[in-house]
């Protein structure tokens, strides 16, 4: 037994949300990271290079020629044992889309940031989730996250849990473009020694590519096998919930800061009429909320944390004890059921069987990155309230700070 | 309600118009009678590649709803006809759509038929053909394997020789008038016609009993459940350092146990160990990586590896060091370095005769100018049309 000499601290810094993931790959101390411009991604490579360039980061810094060749780099670097970082936003994404498709068929425990942007054309800069949703079916484990902080600690979770040999999944953070990777806010910075504490050496075992484990990965293979092999991702994947829970124990533990593993609630507890949502969304509703809490209304919010594996415990534990729920999504699901968003779908399937299913309607709000306001926020509620009030479904989809007709 | 299937057992690229033609043959023909199919190619297979063993399959029913038990399969359980334009595949065939050598019979059902075109008598066939538990008979056509249908060689009829000899093996499925009728409707050609007529009458047909047959085993393969599986898509390969079979010296590539690939081959390289300059081209340049280093530094040909496709004899900078030879000089996947470690004399002998037989035999898959099918045809002594 030895006897703590000097307590790890955590020092508070003014830094953006990419700083923040750029310096959680500094922390975690990858060994490849792979870059190509496109806003608001682009600021994270930035600083990554700024890190290295400041040696307080050794690690391979790679530009591709194109996002295709970014994903593919990290996805074979990821192969060979390195812990890699990667990332892009909208279309950029998209155009990387088979290496991603790939990097999760392989097991590849690549860690990405996704900056969300609207998808072009028209070229449009502000965010809308649909670049990162775009996976969602395919093994990444996906979360978003709403504050440089959060961004942070995400980023070494997500390091933690998609490199655990029982789940050996890739993981993409989402960022929301402009409020949060361009957004500067004090972020409590820990020390490196406390981080490795927290974050165990990769280490990909019988799977990893070396002269001295001769394997073959990516085989072409047939109906015989494929449908068990998609049977093992499914399997990874429902255990990465556990593992989700244990790295955020471990995380208070290390870092003496609790973290709510998949879902934030914000005075949900006695709350009728409850909006849900994710990423930087969650700071207008919260303002509201604590408005109309100070009117006497009973209302609140749940940010969903991680959308893969989906919290569906979580929501429905909260949500089936609400009068109304109300669906934020910063996406489009165009000719989907009652055309709402990606994440309504979710949380409507998730409540199907819920002890009590709650009256629900859906709103598609902040597209293009247009800001969510106080007046906005408030009409949510007050549609969700109405809902509440009848009893029933409201099976319009209410386009929140649209010109022109809701229909 | 009767469904009859019917499968064509091809080499890809070779022979894929022609089995293709076999099997919309049979459900035009169906048509004629009121009756509806369909025809398709095993979708695992690869046939755009060169002699890889492929399928096509025709089923014909009574009307759409009996059809529909057979649709979206990838094949059916059991088939009427088992057709074979090649005699080499009559040893089994492992396609990409499987794992392991596959018995030509494996799909005949009892009593039903496999005519292959051959020159060969049924009884050398049945030295090659896996014997199994219940009778079925053995149709032959005479000729050799044909590429009709290629772009690059002359329709010798063998497509509607088959139909000819189906409507006789099987006549429940479609009467001979139904294939003549849907061959001038297709092909617009009379001599067509006549060539169905004379193959009907022509036909030569062996009943085979069980147990009569190769008794060469049969490939079983037991597949594991998802978690028994290694997960990450990995397959191990071969350790660092590993020797010829397993020894100090030498070097052998890992290799799959149970996906060999050699039934592709229609030709096999023969090496002159004695010229050989051990240079390591044929070793570099294999596609599939079927020569083994010796601990003496010679390369051995994996027989069960090789696909025949000739790389090594054009890459080999010494004459006559590396020949292809035909299959049918072959029984087995037999090492000709352990003969020509065991038997030196034997094996020069052997060598010699075998190359010699080969001097006047072109490649099976080098065809270089327009018009060297029809002049190989001329110089065997052939015509046009050999058995119409």
């Known amino acids: 037994m030895t006897t703590r000499t000097q307590t790890p601290v955590e020092r508070e810094e003014l830094i953006s949300g990419s700083e923040a993931i750029a310096r959680a790959c500094a922390l975690a101390d990858i060994d490849v990271v792979t870059a190509y411009p496109i806003r608001p991604y682009d600021t994270v490579m930035q600083f990554v290079s700024k890190l290295i360039a400041d040696g307080e980061l050794k690690c391979e810094f790679i530009i591709a020629e194109s996002e295709h060749s970014q994903f593919e780099i990290v996805k074979h670097a990821s192969a060979v044992g390195a812990r890699t970082f990667v990332g892009s936003s909208g279309v950029g994404w998209f155009y990387a889309m088979e290496a991603i498709a790939v990097t999760a068929g392989l097991r590849l425990p690549v860690v990405a940031m996704v900056g969300n942007r609207a998808l072009d054309d028209p070229g449009a800069f502000g965010c809308e989730h649909n670049d990162a949703l775009a996976v969602r079916d395919?093994?990444?484990?996906?979360?978003?996250?709403?504050?440089?902080q959060e961004a942070l600690d995400t980023a070494l979770i997500a390091w933690r849990v998609a490199e655990d040999p029982r789940v050996f999944l890739p993981c993409a953070i989402s960022a929301d473009g402009a409020f949060l990777t361009?957004?500067?806010?004090?972020?409590?910075?820990?020390?490196?020694?406390?981080?490795?504490?927290?974050?165990?050496?990769?280490?990909r075992g019988e799977f990893q590519l070396h002269p001295d484990n001769p394997i073959t990965i990516a085989p072409q293979v047939n109906e015989d096998w494929l449908m068990e092999m998609r049977k093992q991702s499914d399997a990874a994947m429902r255990r990465a919930r556990g593992v989700i829970v244990e790295a955020c124990d471990a995380f208070e533990r290390v870092f003496g800061r609790k973290l709510t593993p998949?879902?934030?609630e914000y005075m949900t507890e006695d709350a009728d009429t409850i909006l849900v949502g994710m990423g930087t969304l969650a700071m207008p509703i919260k303002v509201a909320v604590r408005r109309l809490r100070a009117q006497g209304q009973k209302v609140g919010f749940l940010r969903l944390k991680w959308f893969r594996p989906f919290p569906v415990e979580d929501v429905q534990r909260v949500l089936s004890r609400a009068k109304a729920v109300g669906v934020i999504d910063r996406d489009y699901s165009f000719g989907s059921p009652f055309h709402s968003g990606v994440l309504s779908h979710e949380v409507r399937s998730a409540l199907y069987d819920a002890a009590a299913r709650p009256p629900m309607v859906s709103f598609v709000a902040g597209l293009g990155g247009r800001e969510v306001t106080q007046p906005l926020a408030t009409e949510m509620f007050t549609i969700a309230g109405q809902v509440a009030r009848s009893g029933r479904s409201d099976n319009e989809t209410y386009w929140i700070g649209v010109r022109g007709k809701q229909s | 309600m009767t469904t009859y299937a019917v499968e064509v057992v091809?080499?890809?690229?070779?022979?894929?118009?022609?089995?293709r033609n076999i099997c919309r043959g049979i459900v035009l023909a169906a048509h004629k009678e009121g009756k509806v199919g369909t025809a398709f190619g095993r979708y695992g297979d690869s046939p755009e590649r060169n002699g890889v063993p492929a399928k096509y399959f025709a089923v014909v029913a009574d009307d759409r709803i009996e059809l529909e038990e057979s649709l979206a399969k990838y094949e059916p359980k059991e088939v009427d006809v088992t057709i074979c334009a090649d005699d080499t595949l009559c040893r089994g065939l492992e396609s990409w759509g499987w794992y392991g050598l596959q018995a030509?019979?494996?799909l005949t059902k009892e009593n039903g038929t496999l005519i292959v075109t051959s020159k060969q008598t049924p009884e050398s066939l049945l030295e090659d053909i896996h014997r199994t538990d219940t009778p079925y008979n053995l149709a032959i056509l005479s000729g050799p394997a044909s590429f009709s249908g290629l772009w690059v060689y002359k329709d010798d009829h063998t497509d509607v020789r088959i139909l000819g000899a189906l409507a006789k093996v099987l006549p429940g499925l479609v009467g001979l008038e139904s294939y003549c009728q849907a061959i001038e409707e297709q092909w617009k050609s009379g001599a067509k016609v006549v060539s169905a007529r004379r193959s009907y009458e022509q036909l030569h047909v062996r009943p085979v009993e069980p147990g009569e047959g190769s008794s060469a085993p049969r490939f079983s393969f037991e597949k594991p459940g998802w978690e028994e599986m290694k997960e990450a898509l990995v397959v191990q390969g071969v350790a660092k350092g590993a020797g010829f079979r397993g020894g100090d010296g030498g070097f052998q590539a890992g290799r799959s146990e149970v996906f060999k690939k050699f039934s592709t081959r229609t030709m096999r390289p023969v090496i002159n160990f004695e010229i050989c300059t051990k240079c390591?081209?044929?070793?570099l340049q294999c596609p599939d990586t079927c020569f083994?280093?010796?601990?003496?530094g010679l390369y051995d040909v994996n027989t069960e590896a090789c696909c025949g496709c000739g790389v090594c004899e054009d890459v080999c900078p010494v004459p006559d060091c590396i020949t292809m030879v035909g299959e049918e000089h072959f029984k087995d996947n037999f090492s000709q370095y352990d003969w020509y470690q065991r038997d030196k004399e034997g094996y020069r002998q052997w060598l010699k005769g075998i190359t010699a037989a080969q001097s006047a035999q072109k490649r099976s898959h080098g065809l270089h100018h327009w018009g060297q099918y029809q002049e190989e045809l001329a110089a065997a002594g052939r015509g046009d049309n050999d058995d119409n």
């Open chain 2, 292 to 296: 083994d280093v010796t601990p003496d």
């Open chain 2, 104 to 106: 030509i019979n494996a």
């Open chain 1, 262 to 264: 998949f879902v934030e």
């Open chain 2, 10 to 19: 091809y080499r890809g690229v070779f022979q894929k118009t022609l089995s």
């Open chain 1, 138 to 148: 395919l093994g990444w484990l996906l979360t978003w996250v709403s504050s440089g």
């Open chain 1, 182 to 203: 361009h957004a500067q806010q004090m972020v409590r910075v820990p020390d490196k020694g406390l981080v490795e504490r927290f974050l165990p050496p990769y280490r």
């Open chain 2, 280 to 283: 390591t081209l044929c070793w």
